[in-house]
Structures are given as structure tokens and as C-alpha cells.
């Protein structure tokens, strides 16, 4: 049972990262229909600046800020660069956003090369438990992430902000007409998006080593755990995004770890054919 | 006219003869191309960078003693080197271009086996001599007697051997369940094999814990390891990751007897990445000589020749060095032999038959079973903090 519940932990923490990433696919679809593919490259460049923030600095607190902050206006950049042209005919939105993979990883390379960087944990041991072994990072990770995803939550049920994020997911017609700055609200889930995936590329770096291909492991997870989750719907996204981690980190204790992969988009496919818009809530549309 | 027409022709001719009777008088001189197709950049890198550091330096300290004198001229050596990115689809890319396009017959690496074993389709056929410590080609019988492809050159000791030390070690700590981690790819199962054979021959049960490529955080597989209650750990590869599998078995309290890996930095041990010493004994097998360690005069004194040549190569994976190094030199000295820089046949046969006194002892291919080099290697074993050699001697006569 502990070795059970210890594999439990080990997912939830790869979840959380997972979680970030979903809600940032899931809240930029909601309001654009755009399947924003390069999140996972976003994450990798989240996880650089916070790199270089803990070289210059020491402070994995100020990687952290800085890894969100960054990624934000790197969300506004892509938006008022590249997106908002594409808001129109969402496809072309999607194969802009591979077309990005490969730019964001050519710069990752050129920059950091292919080389793996790592920092000093911030925090290193662990806790026993009665056998059961909490690692501190994954602890804090685990903290970071709920607490951002907390808060992200609160703002879009609790502030007008958030009320007018899910009148534009609703009707994006009517909220204009009701003096919703549509455009803007757009692009603030780009930045908001953007800023997640940033916090999410700290929790990798803090878990272990970081190239310029460590998206690609994410985007793909990210995007399943959002589709389960139903594309637009935020809790939707960061339950099953938990639930994706606990299920790879039992596959990996119980199955044959090499089929890791295989036994979690399989598990992927099976939702996805039981109920093919997820298993959140009014998912066939945008639900915030 | 004709006069003139005729002396036209005379200075003409004078002209061109002249620089031929100068190069009659001075010898002459020709150029090989050597090739390299290396993990310059990506996961492998740590790997890819000491290889062809080697075949580099090999290459200029023959041209700086003037080159290699093969039937009346005097060849230099000429590097295009190539970067595969550690990717399959790069490294085949790169051997096309390396091959096909700049026609060079002699090429080193890519020196992970789950690369080459995509590359050599492209050298087979071209008849080029391939230098590569892939263990893929010893687990896929490409260097058997009875395999075609006579011109791919192993430049690592059997991994059977290799095993057999990586065992003897476990073993010394009075292990008796290993857990072996890797990526799921044909690296690792090149090397599975010999390692369960090994194991089994020692009494110690091997389990085998295969993980996706790419995985940075090790805790499931960690925590798998725990729980089928082994007391040993081996660690494949990548070497660059292995701060973060020991950081997890730390972390995850891991009650193990030792820690064993291949080619693995000591100081990984000595301050890991939980900044304190591990809490068990480490060791790293080494099928080559140590450059942090040498064990030898020689060993040292080339140590130092590498690091003034170039300072990236450091850390315990610049014993790569030593897939390429040594081999380059034994090429020329086979091509001097065979009497010939273009028929690859030829000198093929020349390098399988011969003895070469390296940096690394005597390198030669004297294993009936498989073109398997034998040469020098190493134990670096870690215990309280302390760091200790131990070399194990190439069997070439």
C-alpha cells in the first residue's frame, strides 16, 4: 500500500506540471479556438529564464517571478505578433503554433546549445512519513503549482476580469456588444497562458535537468491532459492533469516502465473514445 | 612564326614542369579526409565531444610531425566534422552528406550505438571504414566474422567484459538483487544481455528497468527499484543525467549497498546534486583509461596534452577520448603498413591483424568472436569520499 501510495505522490507532482500546461492550452482554446501547439516549447523557455535568474541571482523565489513574468510578455509578444492575425481561421492558428515549436527550440539551441543545464535544488531531502517519502521540492512544486492554479481559478470566478473572460468564451458577439474588449481579453489569455507554462518550466528545472527538447515531453502530456480534461474547461484541465501524472507514475511502478508512453495515451484514447469531448463539462465548446 | 609558335610551347611547358620537378625533388604530397560524425550537441553530448576531441588531436599531432608517408608521398589529414545533434534522423543525415557528397573513406562515430546502428547502413555499402564503440554492433552480430561488414571497427572491449567488471563490483559489496536503470533504446539493450549473463554467472539477480528517452525525473523508476527490494543500483546512461537519478534515490531513501555506473563522474559522489556526499559506496566501470584518475605516467602525461587541446573535454566521460584517439593513429600506422590511403579493404585487414602501443596500452582486435578492440580499462570506485583506481589491462600480446 505505501509503495502504492508512493508512486501516487511521485504522479501528482508530475501532474502538476502537466496541470500548468493544460490550463494554459485550455484557456487560450476557450476564447481563440486556437490549439496552441508550442506551449510545450514555452514551458522550455520558462525553465532557461528561470535557470539564468538562479545563475545571476542564486534565488530560485526570483527564477520563479521571473520565469512568470517573462513568459508573459513573451505571451503578448506571440499574440500581437503572430496570433491575432490568425484569430479569424483558428487551423491557421494551430499550424502557426508548430511553426513556432521549431523557431522557439532553434533559438533554445542557439542560445543554451543542446547541452542539459541543471541548478542546485533549492531544496534538497525529504520527509518519512510512516514510510511514505515526501521529497521537499516535490512538496514546494506540488504547492506552487495548486497555488497557482488556485489563483488563476479565483480570478476567472471571482472578478469581473474573469466574468468577462467567460462571457467572451460563451458568446464572444453578445460580450462585444456589451462592451467586453474582446480583442484585449484574448490576448490577456495568451499572456496568462503563457505565465503558467513559465511557472511550469520552473517546477521541471527545480525536478531535474533541462535542454532545449524538454517541451516536447510536456506539450504532447499537456494536450492530452486538456483534452480529457475538455478543451476549455480550467478544472477540468488541472484534474486530469493530476490524474495523467498519478496514472504515468503507476504505469512506470506496476507495467513495463519502457511501454510507459504507450500505457498512457492508451488510456488517453479510451476516454477519448468513451467520451470523445472529455470528461469535463460542455467541453465541445468553451467552457471557463 | 613557327619559331615563335615553338618557343610559346617551350615556356609553356617549362612552366608546368617546373612546379612537378619541384615536388619530384620535395616529395609528394596528398591529403585524407577523415570524418566525423559526433554528438556535438544534444543529450549525448558529454559523450560525443572527448570522441572527437580524439580523432582532432590525433590528426594534428600527425600533421605537426609532418604526416603519414604512404608509398613514396606524404598525406595529411583533413577533419570535416559533423554534429548529429544526438538524434538518429541527424546522424544519418550526416553520414550521407559525409560520404556521399564529400566522398571520404574513413569516418569516426557516431560512438552511441542507438545512432550508429541507423548510420552504418549508410557506410556498408560505400566501403568506408568506420570507427565506433557502438555496442549495438556487437548485439546485432555487425561485428562478427561472418558479418559482411568487415570495415566497421569496434573501438570498445567486448561489453561481455565490460559486464563482467560492472558485476565483479556489485558483487564486492555482497550484492545480491541489481536493478539496472537505462533508457528503452538499443543502447541499453545491447547491453542487457551480457549484463544478465554476467549476473546470473556471479549469483546476482539482474531486474531491468527501462525508461522513457528523455526522462529527467527518475522518481517512479526510482521508487520501482525500491520496491523489488534491490540492494544495488547500476546506472547506464546518459552520464549527464545521473545527478539526477542519484538525487532521487537520496531523496526517496533508496536502502541500496552501492551505486555502479558506466563511465560515471566520481565527483557526482563526492558532492552530488543534493550538495552533500552520498550515503553509499559509488563506483563508475571504465573501458578505457581514466583521465581524472590515470593511471599511468602516460595516461597523465596525455591528460594533460588533452585538456591544453581543448579544455571542453573534461569530467569522467572525456575517457570517450580513447574510442578515437588511439585508433586514429593505429589508422595511419595501418595505412603506412598496407601500403595504400585508398583501398579501405586493405588496410581494413591491416588494423585486424596488428598490434597497436597507444596511449591506452596495446590496442589490438584479438577477439575471435567479434572485431571487439581490447585495450586498457578501469574501476573508479568511491568510498567515504575517497576516490580510487583500478586498472584492467588489454590482453593483446
Redesign the interface.
Known sequence: MI?FL??AL??I??GAVYALIAVGITLVYGLSRIIHFAVGELVMLGAYVAWETWRLTGSHTVGLAAAAAVLAVIGMITERGIFRFTLREPLTGFIVSLGLIMILQGIG?EIW????R?A??PL???W?VSGL?F????AINIGVSLLVLLAAYAVLMKTRYGKAVRAVADDPSAAALMGVPVRFIIMTTFIVGAALAGVGGWV?LT?????P??G??YLLRGFAVALIGGLGNVQGAAVAGVGMGVA??LA??YG???W??AYVFGIVILILLWRPTGLGRGSSGAHL | MNHKRILLKAIAVAALALPMASATAQGRTGVVKIGINEMLSGMFVTVGVPASAGVRLAVKEINDKGGVSVGGTTYKFEITEADNKSSTADAVAAMNKLVNDDKIKFVFGPTVGALASQSQEVVIPAKVINFSAATTWQSGGMLAPSSKATLLMGTQMAVSAISTIDIGAMKEYGVKKVAFISPDDETTKANMVPFETAAKAAGIEAIFILHPPKTTDYSSFVTRAGGEKVDGIYFLYPQANAPDILRAIVELKIPIKVFGGRALDPQFAVKTAIGRPLPFPFYSTLNTPSIDYPGNAQVKAFAERLRAFDPKVVGSTANFVFFSYDFMHMLAEAMKIAGTVEDTERIGKVLTSMTYSGVAGKICYNNPAMRTASLDGGLIYVRDGKIEGKTFPSSCK
Not at chain 1, 113 to 116: E, G, I, K, L, Y
Not at chain 1, 207 to 211: A, C, F, K, Q, R
Open positions: 509503495l508512493q508512486h511521485n504522479g507532482s508530475l539551441i546549445s543542446a547541452d542539459p541543471r542546485d535544488p534538497a531531502g525529504s518519512d517519502i521529497r521537499k521540492q516535490v521541471v525536478n531535474g535537468s533541462i535542454s527538447f524538454v516536447e515531453a504515468e507514475s512506470a511502478g513495463s516502465p519502457g510507459n508512453d
